[in-house]
């Protein structure tokens, strides 16, 4: 247990260079990866989360702490494979086709790493059938794009609609966001879910997957 | 460079100064005190002890203004240094002696009790831009001759900032110079570390009532700092222009002066006030009148150039709810006193011409104080040349967010208010209840009244502020304190 709230204290601390020694001493003493991830860095980044909701930290701080995590989750992914630990879940993420702006989408994802999801990043100008594509190959159930201008924003109906016709409504879910977003307009486009932050989308994309 | 705001120019100032020492050596002033009227005669002002008239000269006046210090301390209640009124630096505090509070939940202004004042110390002690408490409410659950010193002993019980007061008459004063001393433990502890600053306020138009003057020498005694606060309606008992309405301020605030100096050379003195203009379409005292804070900010200039630390009423509104008209009228205010670098603004949590005092407002001003005193910051250098590797990194990280850079400066380059102020996105905003300003300063005031701790004074300490206050309620009749069902 020692060593598990080390790895969750370096998480909150936001302390990448400590974090993969950590997991690897752990790993040594005979841990199980799952509780690595689930007590040590999971637990960590649990608390920024709380605290960052608090207005106790601020995003630096929750990146930070999400930056820690990763450099334990690369020491970790092997082993996680090996038990046959699963994934928190794939997201497949990308800015909509037309649209080059990508400071929100790239923030996404940071904190969905952070908290632990795998994220296939297609980057911007993404086309509708390279989300719904990567998305089956990768077998990922979320979809989670990003617009800025209200002239690209009728993309993001494009994917769900694609979705729709392929009849892949109940494997594949979507959430968007975005500043020209909004509930209704989510709503209206057909999305499954719409987060109007980054902290909100990797509840959301959580909520999308855990009700699956 | 710290940002400065000025009305004045000095050959301005000096003629006003000349002016008002004219019409103190000319006209004089009418004082209802014969002490002090013996103690100015003593000094060489001619007294007319049939009209009660006082006319000063030049060598009294000057003599008063060599003595009077340039600056001076405060420290709480367990004696730590809170205040440092020098060169500018601003202090917030509530505004003070309201007769009614108002109820968030009826919206309704009625008189306070003990309970409100104890809330409202309760709030003052945990917001970090208000710098002292004012006796802010009257009680109206205690006899009216003990509602000056209740109100100071609630405060030194409850919280531990230093208190800016007044005694409502001569024999009040004595109490609350025992509730000091209580805290204190002794009368030079007091001198040395000053606790109080105490109102002493003439009547326009140049006049000092027996109270407020017998009040002055009183604090002159035992060095307790005092505030001067001349009051001109601008239009009515003062000229209607700004300059005429300064020339007055500058006489009744001078007199203050000379009265304080000769009692005790060095006492500490803001050079304070409260004027407004008056408004004769509703025959009323704007304190968010924009010429009202014009003049204040001019006299506060004019009490720098004599060598003062100043004090002005203002960053107050006279809306009578938390609306609009409060909001834009106390950061007006606040953010005018600040750039010109009021020593002591009191004003926050007050609303309806200084008459109704709101706990949720004062929220509120705390966040306006905490932008203003963050812009008096200015706009300084931090690493920032050369500026080439910061963007360098910045293209090649594509964010600064967790630069070293950032995390070093973010919470000193930005100011984060708390959840009074909305900046969430709207759909956040409304999952978190969609709430209004006033609601926010109400969920804060709530959990502030849960998460007060009570004040570190000793034990003992308290216990002296008990024996004081009982006494002085049995003598007035009651039974026992209003307080004594809150322990």
């Given amino acids: 247990m020692g060593t598990l709230s080390e790895i969750s204290k370096h998480i909150i601390?936001?302390?990448?260079?400590?974090?993969?020694?950590?997991?690897?001493?752990?790993?040594?003493?005979?841990?199980?990866?799952?509780?690595?991830?689930?007590?040590?860095?999971?637990?960590?980044?649990?608390?920024?989360?709380?605290?960052?909701?608090?207005?106790?930290?601020?995003?630096?701080?929750?990146?930070?702490?999400?930056?820690?995590?990763?450099?334990?989750?690369?020491?970790?992914?092997?082993?996680?494979?090996?038990?046959?630990?699963?994934?928190?879940?794939?997201?497949?993420?990308?800015?909509?086709?037309?649209?080059?702006h990508d400071i929100g989408k790239n923030l996404v994802s940071i904190m969905l790493k952070g908290a632990g999801f795998e994220v296939i990043d297609l980057g911007n100008d993404v086309s509708p059938e390279s989300f719904v594509d990567t998305a089956l190959e990768n077998e990922a159930p979320v979809v989670?794009?990003?617009?800025?201008?209200?002239t690209t924003m009728p993309v993001m109906g494009e994917?769900?609609?694609?979705?729709?016709?392929?009849?892949?409504?109940?494997?594949?879910?979507?959430?968007v966001g975005g500043a020209p977003l909004s509930d209704d307009a989510a709503r209206q486009m057909g999305a499954n879910a719409y987060a109007y932050d980054a902290a909100s989308a990797v509840d959301r994309i959580r909520e999308l997957i855990s009700s699956e | 460079m710290r940002p400065q705001l000025r009305f004045l120019e000095n050959s301005l100032i000096e003629k006003i100064?000349?002016?008002?020492?004219?019409?103190?050596?000319?006209?004089?002033?009418?004082?209802?005190?014969?002490?002090?009227?013996?103690?100015?005669?003593?000094?060489?002002?001619?007294?007319?002890?049939?009209?009660?008239?006082?006319?000063?000269?030049?060598?009294?006046?000057d003599l008063a203004l060599s003595t009077v210090p340039n600056s001076f301390k405060l420290y709480d209640v367990l004696g730590k240094e809170t205040h440092d009124f020098s060169s500018g630096k601003v202090h917030f505090t509530p505004g003070s002696a309201a007769m009614n509070g108002l109820e968030f939940e009826s919206g309704k202004a009625r008189p306070p009790v003990t309970d409100d004042y104890v809330s409202y110390v309760k709030l003052v002690n945990q917001l970090e831009n208000i710098a002292s408490q004012s006796t802010a409410l009257i009680p109206s659950d205690v006899h009216q001759e003990m509602a000056d010193s209740y109100r100071l002993y609630l405060s030194l019980l409850f919280g531990e900032?230093?208190?800016?007061?007044?005694?409502?008459?001569?024999?009040?004063?004595?109490?609350?110079?025992?509730?000091?001393?209580?805290?204190?433990?002794?009368?030079?502890?007091?001198?040395?570390?000053?606790?109080?600053?105490?109102?002493?306020?003439?009547?326009?138009?140049?006049?000092?009532?027996?109270?407020?003057?017998?009040?002055?020498?009183?604090?002159?005694?035992?060095?307790?700092?005092?505030?001067?606060?001349?009051?001109?309606?601008?239009?009515?008992v003062a000229p209607v222009t700004l300059v005429g309405s300064l020339v007055q301020h500058t006489a009744e605030t001078l007199s203050g002066v000379v009265i304080l100096q000769l009692a005790n050379p060095g006492t500490p003195v803001l050079y304070g006030g409260s004027p407004a203009i008056f408004d004769v379409r509703y025959e009323t005292t704007p304190m968010g009148a924009i010429e009202t804070m014009m003049v204040d900010c001019a006299y506060a200039e004019i009490g720098r150039h004599l060598g003062m630390p100043t004090q002005a009423y203002i960053g107050l509104s006279d809306a009578k709810l938390l609306d609009a008209q409060a909001g834009l009228e106390s950061s007006m205010g606040a953010t005018l006193a600040a750039l010109t670098g009021i020593n002591n603004v009191s004003g926050p949590g007050m609303l309806d011409f200084e008459s109704c005092f709101s706990l949720e407002k004062l929220v509120v001003d705390n966040e306006i104080c905490g932008m203003t005193l963050r812009m008096l910051e200015g706009i300084q250098p931090k690493e920032d040349f050369p500026s080439l590797p910061r963007f360098e990194e910045l293209l090649s990280e594509k964010h600064l967010l967790i630069s070293e850079h950032t995390r070093r400066y973010l919470r000193e380059e930005h100011y984060f208010p708390g959840k009074t102020i909305d900046r969430a996105q709207r759909?956040?905003?409304?999952?978190?209840?969609?709430?209004?300003?006033?609601?926010?300063?109400?969920?804060?005031?709530?959990?502030?009244?849960?998460?007060?701790?009570?004040?570190?004074?000793?034990d003992t300490a308290k216990q002296e502020l008990r024996n004081r206050m009982e006494s002085e309620a049995h003598r007035l009749g009651m039974d026992r304190l209003p307080e004594t069902s809150l322990v």
């Fill in chain 1, 13 to 100: 601390a936001g302390d990448a260079s400590s974090v993969p020694s950590l997991t690897q001493q752990a790993v040594s003493e005979g841990l199980p990866a799952r509780d690595i991830l689930q007590e040590g860095l999971l637990s960590g980044m649990a608390v920024i989360g709380e605290k960052f909701k608090s207005h106790e930290i601020f995003l630096p701080d929750v990146l930070m702490a999400a930056r820690a995590m990763q450099a334990g989750m690369d020491e970790l992914r092997p082993l996680l494979i090996t038990e046959d630990v699963p994934s928190l879940g794939k997201v497949v993420l990308g800015t909509v086709r037309g649209d080059l």
């Fill in chain 1, 144 to 150: 989670a794009m990003s617009a800025l201008l209200t």
């Fill in chain 1, 159 to 175: 994917v769900t609609d694609l979705i729709r016709q392929r009849g892949l409504e109940e494997k594949l879910k979507t959430i």
């Fill in chain 2, 17 to 61: 100064v000349g002016e008002a020492r004219v019409i103190l050596k000319e006209l004089g002033v009418t004082l209802h005190n014969d002490r002090v009227l013996s103690m100015l005669s003593d000094h060489g002002a001619r007294v007319d002890k049939g009209t009660k008239q006082v006319y000063f000269t030049d060598s009294v006046i």
């Fill in chain 2, 161 to 236: 900032k230093p208190t800016v007061t007044g005694a409502f008459t001569i024999a009040g004063f004595d109490v609350m110079r025992d509730l000091q001393l209580a805290v204190r433990g002794g009368v030079d502890e007091l001198k040395k570390k000053p606790l109080t600053v105490f109102s002493c306020c003439p009547t326009a138009p140049l006049k000092w009532s027996d109270v407020t003057s017998q009040n002055a020498i009183d604090c002159a005694q035992l060095s307790i700092p005092v505030e001067l606060i001349s009051m001109p309606l601008s239009g009515f």
């Fill in chain 2, 427 to 458: 759909s956040r905003w409304l999952e978190e209840g969609g709430l209004t300003l006033c609601e926010r300063a109400n969920q804060e005031v709530r959990r502030m009244e849960k998460a007060y701790e009570p004040s570190r004074l000793e």
